[in-house]
DNA sequence: TTGTAGGCGTTATCAT
DNA sequence: ATGATAACGCCTACAA
């Protein structure tokens, strides 16, 4: 460390700043936040000073005294795969680092009925301003209604029914999803199989609907028996995909719900030596990680999880701050990427 | 809500439980605080006022008054697999939870020139109490020496180079791979390749310490030809094996340092049409959640990441309050999980 | 544009 | 065993 550097040998308080300065402690809060009524040169001079001390205001204090913890939270469910969690993660965190925030974190394991004690706990000790609720958070009303009741606002991020009130971030999974789908029937499959994702999540009957309207408007007939209700998880695409594959006529090609899901898909054809992508296509969804990691790497849908996340951690904290939430958030743009997973039907 | 628990109109302080229980502020404090000399008959009125009327102490006050955050950080390296962190951040927060601690996150991105600077402004701004540092951060000196600087205690996760002065927890990794190693001889592999972890993780050079001393107890040559520098990273690990299976003499397992790099083998092999584990046995370590997850599914290593790592908050929390640290804390034990990935030699 | 006084809710000190 | 009172460091209101 360069010579004089070294930390302050004791905490360097708004007091000293003001001495230092000249000034009153006053305006050196003032210079700190930012506010208005300062002459230019008084400011310069304050901050020089604070350089100078390295002075770094005490976050208790200004939390006790002002109400803002400069806090928010982010209230997810704590999944088996993390793939996604760990996304919205690091944009919720980039966010917060960004605007001098901090996160605290609230796993959640759903379902439970205790779950509106358990946020209200989180949100009352942790004193959050804000929270971010990924999918499918957003949904649980015990969820929202506990964060309503205690007026703290919130961003849902992919939810099911966007709140009004609320800032929701969506991205088009139902166009993803149509593509998608339309790509495999444009490779000449015939027979695709489909599975769906957890219930609880708003994007599943997103991603659903696209897989029926592509079918519709490329003329192929909708099965209901081609079809399986998955969890988002890996146990639960391998499953699907055993169903699938032992019915008399099995499916080409299947569109799993998600990425974690289609990865159970292709252990379950692996398992039985069923080649992928020889005989049959497989594709996922969210781009996650696990998507080329797999072997064949998957088709699937990029979804810009943490560009979501700290859009609506952003938002949040700008709300927070009284900023203007300009226009409502478009929602995000989906990618179609084409790996091994899927080929032309031969 | 049940009547009668409906959330308090206004917060409730210390003077209100002061008040309705009939005592001064300092008695509700000492209840509060479990501290002695409060009468048992006194300390029992002030709970029930406690809990009737729903107090929670005040955090920043708490902080500003006591000087005590009773926040720990978690400082990490954010890979860009995230398999171990999530597995370690599960662990920590479980800590945090029980003892009524707040959990902030630092990801760094190593090796990254201002580390030390980082460190440094993340434990101020986050006024931490202490540090986790999980595997490798505990060996970036820029780190170590910050904190210690600071004079803030720190549990480190897997170093290779304990710090006697703080808290270190560590599993058998020699053994483990030794085992591990030992197992692949048995089945009847002589031509064993080894892909190292990153050479900052003190783990790496345990493991392969334990590869060596199996070869050697089995009477097998060391050939360094046969080994290769990996970042425990899925890349480097479909890298090295692509080295490897290029040699005119390519080995008939692998054993790669953790579980990412084994993934990472798994891909390569299977990208050439090597079975596995037919032509190919390959194992990993760790255990994490893509282990079971590949096709075929993982032969590893099982560590009690998540356990290690609550064992490390635990521990530094039960410092931060004095109490002391019991004998040093023994190794945990690692367990060969053996799946489908390795069989035989035929 | 700048400064002064009071309070935020707790813990620490020192009496009693 | 219990209590009165002074910090803790900052922000808000109001005054100058």
């Not at 408007?217 to 909708?222: D, E, I, S, V």
């Not at 080409?252 to 005989?279: C, F, H, W």
């Not at 300009?326 to 179609?336: D, H, K, L, T």
Request: glycine share 8%.
């Amino acid at each position: 460390m360069p010579p004089g550097r070294e930390a302050p040998r004791r905490k360097v308080t708004i007091f000293d700043v003001a001495e230092h300065a000249g000034v009153s402690i006053k305006t050196v809060s003032r210079v700190v936040n930012n506010e208005a009524n300062v002459r230019d040169k008084t400011r310069e001079k304050v901050l020089g000073v604070i350089r100078e001390l390295q002075y770094k205001p005490n976050a208790a204090a200004r939390e006790l005294s002002g109400r803002r913890s400069r806090t928010i939270g982010l209230v997810y469910e704590n999944a088996e795969e993390f793939n996604y969690t760990a996304a919205v993660l690091n944009g919720a965190l980039g966010a917060c680092e960004a605007r001098g925030y901090s996160l605290l974190l609230c796993p959640l394991n759903l379902p439970n009925p205790a779950i509106g004690e358990r946020v209200r706990d989180f949100a009352t000790q942790a004193r959050v301003e804000g929270i971010v609720l990924p999918a499918p958070v957003g949904d649980v009303a015990e969820v929202t209604g506990a964060l309503q009741d205690m007026r703290i606002p919130f961003a849902a991020i992919a939810p099911r029914d966007p709140l009004p009130a609320e800032i929701n971030i969506a991205c088009k999974d139902e166009e993803a999803t149509f593509s998608l789908t339309g790509y495999l029937v444009d490779q000449g499959h015939r027979c695709i199989g489909y599975i769906r994702g957890h219930p609880e999540h708003g994007a599943s009957a997103k991603r659903f609907a696209g897989y029926r309207r592509a079918l519709k408007k490329h003329g192929l007939a909708f099965a209901p028996g081609l079809v399986r209700q998955g969890y988002f998880d890996f146990d639960s695409g391998k499953t699907s995909a055993a169903e699938l594959l032992d019915l008399p006529d099995p499916p080409t090609a299947i569109v799993a719900g998600n990425d974690d899901m289609a990865a159970g898909v292709l252990y379950e054809a692996r398992k039985r030596g069923l080649s992928v992508p020889g005989q049959l296509s497989v594709v996922g969804f969210d781009d996650t990680r696990i998507a080329s990691r797999m072997w064949p790497p998957l088709t699937t849908v990029r979804q810009p999880i943490m560009e979501m996340a700290e859009t609506a951690a952003r938002l949040l904290i700008d709300r927070l701050n009284g900023e203007a939430a300009e226009a409502p958030q478009e929602p995000f743009e989906c990618e179609v990427v084409i790996r091994e997973s899927s080929v032309p039907l031969t």
